[in-house]
């Protein structure tokens, strides 16, 4: 179905002329495209650099410089709360990329994110060093397996760059070469989000098995440093969380500079008519593979910010249910937004906290009804609200 | 046996110390404390001498005392004497007199000890004159064959007049005779071993074939080792054969409970293009359903309980029906066009049915008994038993199959189902009523996965969970086989389980399932829309 919110739809192809050379503007046909829209309107640069500056010297101030007992001190809990949902905010933001943008609704992206919070774990299970509880070399769980020699895909997890490697390169040879052969044979649809959901399935029990090498049920925890600062002290936290807020920035900035391209527009044109795109000359593969591992690194990145605020990574975070959550986080914030997916997460896993916390019987009804009713009665999510009020008030 | 009153000599019992006249048997040793008294001691040798004792003297104190021990109820004081557990009262073991059981501990044995009382207990029961204590005897010492007990095998199997006991009693003999001095002997009991086409009889001939270590053979005799030889073989072509039909069956098994799962699924995404995400569910209403139905049976009529499955199959059906036609009705009519979101709906409908499960019936998996007619097995070859569940649940697979099959191709409905699958609007234009076959259609879907339930619950655990284990597998079984044909999602079904199964022995379950994906992905590249594809313009939809 075509998303109101896309303005940049592909409906003003010229006659005749090679839709890639960039050159129609000059030879003297007029393709009436519509310019390309800027990055960030100007209130919009305001409140983010506004937001930016916020953030940026208020968290460090309420964090670390404010005593304890004052109501405006950020608490540990609170802190690593928020850093949390700004992971999931990434990862959201990186689901709206394909589904929102590209109409690929991917039941993957659990993986995709925990393969990056994997990543990162490996780096800091090693850097537990001779902390753990049996003080050797490998980490305890291989001590526990009787395992004497780390397994090749350990080579080099000390060091942190070539962990930070690992996140990005991951996801994106394992998204791409999945995406490879899916979109080469035009799976699409339902039946792509079946086959990814039943990827993250089987991927799941694979990091289930202890012989996997990925401490199997209980996967990676008990941190003790990154980079030779405790993990747990509070400027540690700060700038973790920091860090968090920056990456979500970029990856806003730079999913919205996508979205606005020339690049971005064929994609959104996969989405509202991958055959008629095919018919005007474009091969839709590169397209849908670019967008597919972009989305997939976006989420590695994001599981591997989360892994080390959270303390713990596990299987449990690849599980089907889970990927398809990331897909009620866009599906409420509004798909094809770019925004809609940060708001989406923050209230979706923001009422899981209120719900477990006070009613825990009750939040999967609460869940179920999210699933049922946004699709029925808010199509558009919570940005179509915010859409229809403004064009109401421009109307008025 | 006769029996004489005997005045014992004056003995002290415990602390009880008191002159006793008991009654005791006339045999070839009389039981004496002393005999049995290493029993309470910790030395496994004395045990063993003093078992062989109670084994040597057929009276009836022995023998009581030898099923004692055999079923761990023999106790030992610190004094030495031992004792009988007899429901809350315990004897001496020699007297018979009711003491009191201060203190005493049970008599340990080790698993050598454990098998010469029983092999005992089973060889003095040897020539009962109870044909059925023969025959519990006779397999009793099959399973585990005492060369002690050769003298009592022999003598029985001179006398034996049942022509089914001698027979076993022949290999009886066979197992015990195998390194008797008389080549001619050895031969026959090679053959006759070798004849009794069980998989445990390898222990008993692969030693005859091996080697010394100066590199002579054990056995001797040329055609004796030919024939242990021949045995052998024939084992392992018996142990090959079993394996393939194991995984074979095991496979249609499998392939048959995913069968049920998937043809519902086939037939509400062929329709309405939706993919429900909330199909497991409706396997768990039916096998609740079941539950249900079979606890109403247990306490209202425990007498036809049996027959529970009679009402459970109906049952299962219209309670997943039911649901089904309400979440279509109320729910995923107003989203048709829109697949990716009915998705994430029917999502959150499986959590609402999910939790809502948890909170009625717990989250704690549910009991489901079989009919009595179900429980046990057929045994084709010694090492493969087909439970009768399993069978039973593959002819319901593919009763449900011919059902399905003769709703969509015989009746009304089943023709608009197949039109409107075809293409929508020509069948609206020609007055079908779309919206009604759609939730027709749906519930009838709903419902065959329900019975997919009720099936379930015959061999597996009932929970709250228990849709999300099948859920993935018949998506891709319904990946596999297309859309919109029954063929293809029987073909699926069946295809996936004995793939997974074969797979299965060589590289575990999880591998398997990672290996099956793999599989499917590669196969939609040369068949993007399954085995059976429907042709024409209504595949590009």
């Given amino acids: ?396 | 046996m006769a029996f004489s009153i005997l005045r014992l000599t004056r003995r002290s019992i415990g602390k009880l110390g008191i002159a006793l006249i008991v009654i005791a048997p006339l045999a070839a040793f009389a039981l004496t404390p002393a005999d049995i008294a290493p029993l309470a001691g910790d030395d496994f040798d004395a045990k063993s001498a003093a078992i062989d004792k109670l084994i040597a003297s057929h009276d009836a104190p022995s023998q009581a005392l030898l099923k004692a021990l055999s079923e761990d109820n023999a106790l030992t004081t610190d004094s030495g004497e031992v004792l009988i557990q007899d429901g809350d009262a315990t004897k001496d073991a020699i007297t018979g007199k009711t003491v009191a059981a201060d203190g005493a501990q049970p008599v340990t044995l080790n698993n050598m000890l454990r098998s010469k009382v029983s092999g005992a207990l089973s060889g003095s029961q040897l020539d009962s004159i109870d044909l059925e204590t023969r025959r519990a005897a006779i397999n009793a010492l099959l399973q585990n064959p005492d060369p002690s007990m050769k003298p009592l095998i022999d003598a029985q199997r001179a006398k034996e007049t049942d022509p089914g006991l001698k027979k076993k009693l022949d290999t009886l003999w066979a197992m015990t005779a195998l390194h008797n001095s008389d080549p001619a002997t050895r031969l026959e009991a090679v053959q006759l071993v070798a004849a009794r086409h069980d998989l445990d009889m390898n222990e008993l001939l692969r030693p005859l074939i091996a080697k010394k270590p100066d590199g002579t053979f054990v056995e001797s005799d040329d055609r004796v080792r030919a024939a242990a030889q021949a045995g052998i073989d024939e084992l392992d072509a018996i142990q090959r054969r079993s394996a393939i039909a194991g995984t074979l069956f095991a496979g249609l098994s499998l392939g048959s409970v995913l069968l049920l799962a998937a043809l519902g699924l086939a037939i509400t995404y062929g329709l309405i293009g939706v993919i429900n995400m909330a199909h497991g569910e409706f396997l768990m209403i039916g096998a609740y359903a079941t539950y249900v139905v079979q606890n109403l049976f247990q306490r209202y009529a425990p007498g036809a309980f049996d027959w529970y499955p009679l009402l459970a199959v109906p049952a299962s059906f219209a309670a997943a029906a039911v649901v089904g036609m309400a979440l279509e009705r109320l729910v995923l009519k107003h989203l048709y066009g829109r697949p990716l979101e009915t998705l994430l709906t029917t999502f959150g409908v499986s959590l609402i049915l999910i939790q809502a499960t948890r909170m009625i019936f717990g989250a704690q998996n549910v009991q489901v008994s079989n009919p009595a007619w179900m429980s046990g097995g057929v045994t084709v070859l010694p090492s493969l038993i087909l439970p009768y569940n399993r069978l039973a649940i593959l002819a319901f697979s593919l009763i449900v199959v011919g059902i399905a099959w003769a709703v969509l191709t015989k009746t009304r409905l089943g023709l608009f189902v197949r039109a409107v699958t075809q293409n929508r609007r020509m069948a609206a234009c020609v007055g079908v009523k779309t919206a009604r076959v759609d939730s027709y259609a749906f519930a009838f879907g709903a419902g065959i996965a329900g019975l997919g339930g009720c099936a379930l619950s015959q061999i597996g655990n009932v929970g709250p969970d228990l849709g999300q284990s099948y859920i993935i597998d018949s998506f891709m079984a319904v990946v596999l086989g297309g859309v919109g044909q029954l063929a293809g999602t029987v073909i699926g079904g069946f295809g996936l389980g004995l793939i997974s199964k074969a797979i299965e022995p060589f590289w575990g379950a999880v591998l398997a399932k990672i290996a099956v994906l793999v599989l499917i992905v590669l196969f939609i590249q040369k068949r993007p829309q399954g085995m059976f594809a429907l042709k024409g313009r209504s595949a590009e939809a």
Avoid at chain 1, 370 to 386: A, D, R, S, T
């Fill in chain 1, 1 to 396: 179905m075509t998303s109101a919110t896309s303005s940049a739809s592909v409906t003003t192809s010229g006659s005749g002329t090679p839709p890639d050379t960039g050159r129609a503007t000059q030879s003297g046909f007029a393709l009436g495209l519509p310019p390309r829209p800027a990055l960030l309107t100007r209130p919009a640069w305001i409140a983010l650099i506004a937001l930016i500056i916020a953030i940026g010297l208020g968290v460090p101030l309420s964090a670390l410089v404010l005593p304890e007992t004052s109501a405006f001190h950020l608490s540990a809990y609170m802190m690593t709360l928020t850093g949390k949902f700004m992971c999931y905010a990434i990862a959201a933001l990186a689901l709206d990329l394909v589904w929102g943008y590209c109409g690929i609704l991917s039941l993957g992206h659990a993986l995709f994110f925990a393969l990056g919070g994997y990543a990162i774990g490996m780096y800091l299970m090693r850097s537990i060093g001779h902390q753990g509880v049996y003080q050797s070399d490998l980490p305890d769980f291989m001590v526990f397996l009787n395992w004497h020699a780390l397994p090749w895909y350990w080579e080099g997890t000390q060091h942190l760059w070539y962990a930070l490697v690992l996140v990005v390169m991951v996801p994106a040879v394992i998204a791409w070469v999945f995406g490879f052969f899916t979109f080469r044979s035009r799976v699409k649809g339902v039946y792509l989000s079946i086959i990814t959901q039943a990827m993250t399935f089987a991927a799941m029990l694979l990091f289930y098995r202890n012989e996997t090498g990925f401490g199997g049920n209980n996967g990676f925890t008990d941190f003790k440093t990154i980079g030779s600062f405790p993990i747990t002290h509070p400027g540690t936290r700060t700038a973790l969380f920091l860090i968090t807020f920056a990456v979500l920035v970029l990856a806003f900035l730079g999913a919205r500079a996508i979205v606005t391209s020339k690049l971005g527009r064929v994609v959104t044109g996969v989405r509202d008519g991958e055959t008629r795109l095919m018919f005007l000359g474009y091969s839709p593969l590169g397209y849908k593979l670019f967008i597919w591992t972009v989305s997939a690194i976006l989420c590695g990145i994001a599981g591997a910010l989360y892994v080390p605020q959270v303390g713990i990574i596990n299987p449990g975070e690849m599980s089907p249910g889970n990927s398809i959550e990331m897909a009620i986080w866009v599906a409420v914030g509004g798909r094809g937004t770019l925004i809609g997916p940060i708001i989406g997460a923050f209230a979706v896993n923001g009422a899981k906290s209120f719900f477990t916390a006070n009613f825990p019987e009750y939040w999967l009804f609460f869940l179920g009804l999210i699933f049922v009713l946004v699709p029925l009665l808010l199509p558009h999510g919570i940005m179509g609200l915010v859409e229809l009020a403004m064009r109401r008030r421009k109307r008025s």
